[in-house]
């Protein structure tokens, strides 16, 4: 075997030290992580004491978030490369650092933010939402990500528990939060559309402020973002990333891709592969593009196109013009992709990776996508919110071959288990609760001890999916423990469906539930029982839902019934068997769905 490694050498003295190989003979995956470990010093890993639990931690890597943007300026030619894109406009990597700067002195200069505060961030993917992600972290501050498709009243709840003062938003969330201005105590930032609506503008800030980099001492542990994930509470969990573990899962997908080459080596006249570039068509408010798209582009040295909504045909002109190498998107967004793809006789042939995140890809797709897309590895991952998107997954042939898994552990910091109700290890093949033990994982939910304490224990994450592991190691993915529909990649808490149906003055009680989709994967149902004489159509439901729940959230099913919903032996709801019987698979008489 040759080796030609090359160090790249990042800004603060943190080196990243990719090895390009030169096989003979293809390594096994776990020799080449064994191989990496012992040879690559940027990917050393030890027992690390953190919050008084031993992990498996990286030693060498950036210990912040902030630190990874300036360790990667050599991955973009010392800033020179172009680094994001967005309907026309352009920005190299310098010059979107150089924003980063300006953004973070208006934070301390004229806002006063520093370590210990909060700064909201809602608005749709623009790259002033990259760039504030790295200028609220760099002060030591924060970042609190906001859904940007929250209600006003679903707005409310999370700068209350969040406690953020200062929110950077676009014009639709402006409009949303105005109500809460005065009563929150919040000073609103508007950006593009939202310039003008308030009394601070983003672009005025920046024109005035300094681009000197902040000099602000900021620990691993400290925390980075605060996520607001749906679970089988009412209201969503704000679940709090340390910069620690969103580094720790960053450089646990960097180092797939030096593993990559040893376990299959090029040919030994194979070009130098492209430089990687991102298409984010996912919400950067959630960890599957937040994470291994846009921080991992950071050390990644890829670039990053955005766009402004989800179209198919405007995805397949920018993965063609623009060489685009990586698609990470919910199953919904590849099934598209592969459908106008195929209708304009399009092969996409700079795709080296199609993976799915947010959502279980139906596994009838995986051979179509693979046909479809010849030179790209279709992927398939699981990970949280609270894992910072780390977790499982698999890529190539072993998912071509395993279509309903979710693949292996991605190493070298992970550690798996499948646990029982009482915490015992199941026997290979019988369905356990995935738990995993990470520096990856969260620190905890915001202002939550309780669900902190039932989901974190001595470092172990019980995550509520249920899983069986074989022999060698690959998990599938059976069932969820948690009650919640993930619907195109957004999860929903059906609690938060039953609290908004609750809200109609003839709905004695409502169940909620996932209804199987072709496009979105689920969408919701909910099955409601009335009062004596009381009838509720469709419609009549949306309208008096509309701005206590977001609208993706509102069911688009809907059953209705006079007597008490179906029952357990606990004399607790049946979700299960009343979802089987409005879905039609058990005979029941009294769901009429409207």
């Given at each position: 075997m040759e080796e030609d490694t090359q160090t790249w050498e990042g800004h603060n003295g943190y080196s990243i030290q990719p090895v390009q190989v030169r096989a003979m003979t293809a390594m096994t995956p776990e020799d080449a992580v064994a191989h990496v470990l012992a040879t690559n010093p940027t990917f050393a890993v030890a027992p690390t004491e953190i919050r008084g639990v031993t992990f498996t931690a990286f030693q060498n890597v950036p210990p912040t978030v902030p630190a990874m943007m300036a360790a990667g300026m050599a991955q973009h030619d010392d800033g020179a490369s172009e680094y994001v894109l967005y309907e026309g406009e352009r920005w190299t990597y310098g010059e979107f650092c150089t924003e980063v700067h300006r953004a973070a002195n208006v934070l301390k200069s004229q806002f006063g933010i520093g370590k210990g505060d909060r700064v909201a961030i809602a608005m749709r993917n623009y790259p002033e939402l990259m760039t504030l992600v790295l200028a609220i972290s760099s002060t030591g501050?924060?970042?609190?990500?906001?859904?940007?498709?929250?209600?006003?009243?679903?707005?409310?709840?999370?700068?209350?528990?969040?406690?953020?003062?200062?929110?950077?938003?676009?014009?639709?969330?402006?409009?949303?939060?105005?109500?809460?201005?005065?009563?929150?105590?919040?000073?609103?930032?508007?950006?593009?559309?939202?310039?003008?609506?308030?009394?601070?503008?983003?672009?005025?800030?920046?024109?005035?402020?300094?681009?000197?980099?902040?000099?602000?001492?900021?620990?691993?542990?400290?925390?980075?973002?605060?996520?607001?994930?749906?679970?089988?509470?009412?209201?969503?969990?704000?679940?709090?990333?340390?910069?620690?573990?969103?580094?720790?899962?960053?450089?646990?997908?960097?180092?797939?891709?030096?593993?990559?080459?040893?376990?299959?080596?090029?040919?030994?006249?194979?070009?130098?592969?492209?430089?990687?570039?991102?298409?984010?068509?996912?919400?950067?408010?959630?960890?599957?593009?937040?994470?291994?798209?846009?921080?991992?582009?950071?050390?990644?040295?890829?670039?990053?196109?955005?766009?402004?909504?989800?179209?198919?045909?405007?995805?397949?002109?920018?993965?063609?013009?623009?060489?685009?190498?990586?698609?990470?998107?919910?199953?919904?967004?590849?099934?598209?992709?592969?459908?106008?793809?195929?209708?304009?006789?399009?092969?996409?042939?700079?795709?080296?990776?199609?993976?799915?995140?947010?959502?279980?890809?139906?596994?009838?797709?995986?051979?179509?996508?693979?046909?479809?897309?010849?030179?790209?590895g279709v992927a398939t991952g699981w990970g949280m919110t609270e894992t910072n998107a780390l977790g499982i997954g698999m890529i190539g042939d072993d998912y071509v071959n395993r279509p309903e898994s979710a693949g292996k552990l991605h190493p070298p910091v992970q550690e798996l288990r499948l646990l029982d109700d009482s915490g015992n290890d199941v026997p290979l093949g019988e369905l356990g609760e995935i738990t995993v033990k990470s520096p990856a994982n969260m620190r905890c939910y915001l202002n939550k001890p309780e669900a902190t304490a039932e989901t974190l224990q001595d470092g172990w994450l019980r995550t509520g999916d249920l899983a069986v592991m074989d022999a060698e190691g690959y998990v599938t993915i059976l069932d969820r423990k948690k009650n919640i529909i993930i619907r195109g990649g957004e999860n929903i808490?059906?609690?938060?469906?039953?609290?908004?149906?609750?809200?109609?003055?003839?709905?004695?009680?409502?169940?909620?539930?996932?209804?199987?989709?072709?496009?979105?994967?689920?969408?919701?149902?909910?099955?409601?029982?009335?009062?004596?004489?009381?009838?509720?159509?469709?419609?009549?439901?949306?309208?008096?839902?509309?701005?206590?729940?977001?609208?993706?959230?509102?069911?688009?099913?809907?059953?209705?019934?006079?007597?008490?919903?179906?029952?357990?032996?606990?004399?607790?709801?049946?979700?299960?068997?009343?979802?089987?019987?409005?879905?039609?698979?058990?005979?029941?008489?009294?769901?009429h769905q409207q």
């Open positions: 501050a924060t970042v609190v990500f906001v859904n940007a498709w929250w209600t006003t009243e679903e707005l409310d709840y999370a700068l209350r528990d969040s406690e953020a003062k200062l929110v950077f938003a676009d014009g639709p969330r402006i409009e949303r939060l105005l109500p809460l201005r005065n009563e929150l105590s919040l000073t609103l930032v508007g950006v593009r559309d939202g310039e003008g609506m308030v009394d601070h503008a983003y672009t005025a800030l920046q024109t005035a402020a300094s681009d000197a980099p902040l000099d602000v001492t900021i620990d691993t542990d400290d925390d980075f973002a605060v996520m607001y994930s749906s679970g089988t509470t009412g209201h969503p969990k704000g679940v709090v990333q340390t910069h620690r573990s969103a580094v720790s899962a960053v450089f646990s997908w960097l180092m797939q891709a030096v593993i990559a080459p040893l376990v299959t080596p090029p040919e030994p006249d194979a070009p130098a592969p492209p430089r990687p570039s991102a298409l984010v068509v996912t919400p950067l408010f959630h960890v599957t593009a937040t994470h291994p798209l846009f921080l991992l582009s950071l050390v990644a040295g890829a670039q990053i196109t955005l766009m402004r909504k989800w179209d198919s045909e405007e995805a397949v002109r920018l993965i063609k013009e623009e060489r685009i190498t990586r698609f990470l998107g919910v199953p919904t967004q590849s099934a598209e992709l592969m459908q106008t793809a195929k209708a304009k006789g399009e092969r996409l042939e700079t795709l080296d990776y199609l993976g799915s995140g947010g959502a279980k890809r139906p596994g009838a797709q995986v051979a179509q996508l693979a046909e479809a897309f010849p030179n790209a808490a059906c609690l938060d469906v039953e609290g908004a149906l609750h809200r109609l003055p003839d709905v004695i009680e409502a169940c909620a539930f996932s209804v199987p989709d072709d496009r979105l994967g689920e969408t919701v149902g909910a099955c409601v029982q009335l009062r004596e004489g009381a009838e509720l159509s469709q419609e009549q439901m949306e309208k008096a839902v509309e701005g206590h729940i977001a609208k993706f959230k509102t069911p688009t099913h809907l059953w209705t019934q006079h007597t008490t919903l179906m029952r357990g032996a606990t004399d607790k709801i049946d979700r299960r068997g009343l979802r089987a019987a409005c879905l039609g698979n058990e005979k029941d008489t009294t769901c």
